[in-house]
């Protein structure tokens, strides 16, 4: 089996995927990666195929469940151990993935990379849905995640196997706590993350605030009545 593949998704992100993609082949040639174009409507793709970049390119906008669960799939069939969720906007940082990959190999099935494992979260308006998300989670599951919204996720084989092959496995907050309650060895590792410097994030305030009362109703109502039918 192949080790581990960096994930990448990526809608119109042609401000900074040659900067992602060109950090990772200069400084981390180690790691396997795929960017996963997701039907953006900017140069994204034509910039990753100009540069031979690795490319799943999406005819359509799936939006970020359906962009992983391509990488996932790509990266099932192909035989890695592990995966990397990984943002193409420039805010993750790869110097990572190291520790996230020995945690892993310690038997967790999923590892965050946090902000604040170990570092208190600020008490800020935009760390309000953070914080009541995971206080949803810690309800439903019984296990608190201090940075439950964190984008930057290694998930092990099993779960690149569950994620690949099942619908409703979308890499959010809500899946995460619905595979702590079938049995998922989560775990945190304290990580810094870069602001975005060029582009738009998806999330602005009103998005945000849906995005926390979608997460709220998924994890307390629809996942507590989800069956806990998972092979592990």
Same mark, same amino acid.
């Given at each position: 089996?192949?080790?581990?593949?960096?994930?990448?998704?990526?809608?119109?992100?042609?401000?900074?995927?040659?900067?992602?993609?060109?950090?990772?082949?200069?400084?981390?040639?180690?790691?396997?990666?795929?960017?996963?174009?997701?039907?953006s !409507?900017?140069k994204?793709?034509?910039?990753?195929?100009?540069?031979?970049?690795?490319? =799943?390119? @999406?005819?359509? /906008?799936? +939006?970020?469940?359906?962009?992983?669960?391509?990488?996932l799939?790509?990266?099932?069939?192909?035989?890695?151990?592990?995966?990397?969720?990984?943002?193409?906007?420039?805010?993750?940082?790869?110097?990572?993935?190291?520790?996230?990959?020995?945690?892993?190999?310690?038997?967790?099935?999923?590892?965050?990379?946090?902000?604040?494992?170990?570092?208190?979260?600020?008490?800020?308006?935009?760390?309000?849905?953070?914080?009541?998300?995971?206080?949803?989670?810690?309800?439903?599951?019984?296990?608190r995640?201090q940075? !439950?919204?964190?984008?930057?996720?290694?998930?092990?084989?099993?779960?690149?196997?569950? =994620?690949? @092959?099942?619908? /409703?496995? +979308?890499?959010?907050p809500?899946?995460?706590?619905?595979?702590?309650?079938?049995?998922?060895?989560?775990k945190?590792?304290?990580?810094?993350?870069?602001?975005?410097?060029?582009?738009?994030?998806?999330?602005?305030?009103?998005?945000?605030?849906?995005?926390?009362?979608?997460?709220?109703?998924?994890?307390?109502?629809?996942?507590?009545?989800?069956?806990?039918?998972?092979?592990?």
């Amino acid at each position: 089996m192949k080790e581990l593949l960096i994930v990448i998704p990526a809608y119109n992100e042609a401000p900074n995927i040659v900067r992602v993609v060109e950090n990772l082949i200069e400084h981390y040639p180690q790691y396997d990666y795929v960017v996963v174009n997701d039907g953006s !409507v900017d140069k994204t793709a034509a910039i990753c195929k100009e540069k031979g970049y690795h490319l =799943l390119d @999406l005819p359509i /906008n799936l +939006g970020l469940a359906g962009a992983f669960q391509a990488g996932l799939k790509y990266a099932y069939r192909r035989g890695y151990r592990y995966v990397v969720q990984y943002d193409g906007d420039g805010q993750h940082r790869a110097e990572y993935i190291e520790v996230m990959l020995k945690t892993a190999k310690e038997g967790y099935d999923v590892v965050i990379g946090s902000r604040f494992a170990q570092k208190k979260k600020p008490f800020s308006p935009r760390m309000l849905g953070s914080r009541v998300i995971s206080s949803m989670v810690r309800l439903a599951s019984g296990t608190r995640i201090q940075d !439950v919204t964190s984008g930057m996720r290694l998930f092990g084989a099993r779960m690149i196997r569950i =994620l690949a @092959l099942n619908m /409703n496995y +979308g890499p959010e907050p809500d899946t995460i706590s619905y595979l702590i309650k079938c049995g998922a060895k989560v775990k945190e590792v304290q990580v810094e993350m870069d602001e975005r410097t060029a582009g738009e994030s998806y999330l602005n305030f009103a998005r945000s605030m849906v995005y926390m009362v979608q997460m709220i109703v998924s994890i307390l109502f629809i996942q507590a009545f989800r069956k806990k039918d998972l092979d592990f």
